[in-house]
T-cell receptor, first 112, second 112 residues
Framework: GQSLEQPSEVTAVEGAIVQINCTYQ??????LSWYQQHDGGAPTFLSY????GLEETGRFSSFLSRSDSYGYLLLQELQMKDSASYFC?????????????FGKGTSLLVTP | NAGVTQTPKFQVLKTGQSMTLQCAQD?????MYWYRQDPGMGLRLIYY???????DKGEVPNGYNVSRLNKREFSLRLESAAPSQTSVYFC???????????FGSGTQLSVL
């Protein structure tokens, strides 16, 4: 089986930096993704890490350590619009190639 | 730029009724997915299709069937709906490597 663990809720102040962690246990591993979902909306892709290290896209960065089965999403210069749920997802081998399984999500609340 | 289109957006069923959720993508993607989302449970993979002509079970396939009609379309069928299938259903698609998923806007299904 496989499991992904991430905090259920995080609160941070506008303008601050917040880190959302994700640990995983899988049989096989291709990469770790992050998705953002606003209330009532569809998930949207943020980042994908296949190799160890930090990937930066604007205010968002994502980190992966394959040896520690651990990754995180770093959000800088928080804005009110960043209030949303954030999901990590692991891409793993399966019968027909691969599958993508999501964690339960972290609800981020940005306060003034 | 339609992307991934799901129909219907809302549906109410009585226990035991059947229905098919439709999904189509216009991005020429090889892979398509069906997820369900329940409060506090994140996104759980029901079925996916790595390419036209192939389908595989995900984490929660019981009570569902799928058809990959062609490269564009991937439908999800509930043969005999149960209250436990009340959920929001998301269809998604990706290029073959599955590193970035594009989601439809979702179908909110209630089974009474």
């Amino acid at each position: 089986g496989q499991s992904l663990e991430q905090p259920s809720e995080v609160t941070a102040v506008e303008g601050a930096i917040v880190q959302i962690n994700c640990t995983y246990q899988t049989s096989g591993f291709y990469g770790l993704s992050w998705y953002q979902q606003h209330d009532g909306g569809a998930p949207t892709f943020l980042s994908y890490n296949a190799l160890d290290g930090l990937e930066e896209t604007g205010r968002f960065s994502s980190f992966l350590s394959r040896s520690d089965s651990y990754g995180y999403l770093l959000l800088q210069e928080l804005q009110m619009k960043d209030s949303a749920s954030y999901f990590c997802a692991v891409r793993t081998p399966s019968n027909s190639g691969y599958a993508l399984n999501f964690g339960k999500g972290t609800s981020l609340l940005v306060t003034p | 730029n339609a992307g991934v289109t799901q129909t219907p957006k809302f549906q109410v069923l009585k226990t035991g009724q059947s229905m098919t959720l439709q999904c189509a993508q216009d991005m020429n993607h090889n892979s398509m997915y069906w997820y369900r989302q329940d409060p506090g449970m994140g996104l759980r993979l029901i079925y996916y299709s790595a390419s036209e002509g192939t389908t595989d079970k995900g984490e929660v396939p019981n009570g569902y069937n799928v058809s990959r009609l062609n490269k564009r379309e991937f439908s999800l069928r509930l043969e005999s709906a149960a209250p436990s299938q009340t959920s929001v259903y998301f269809c998604a698609s990706s290029e073959a490597r599955g590193e970035k998923l594009f989601f439809g806007s979702g179908t909110q299904l209630s089974v009474l």
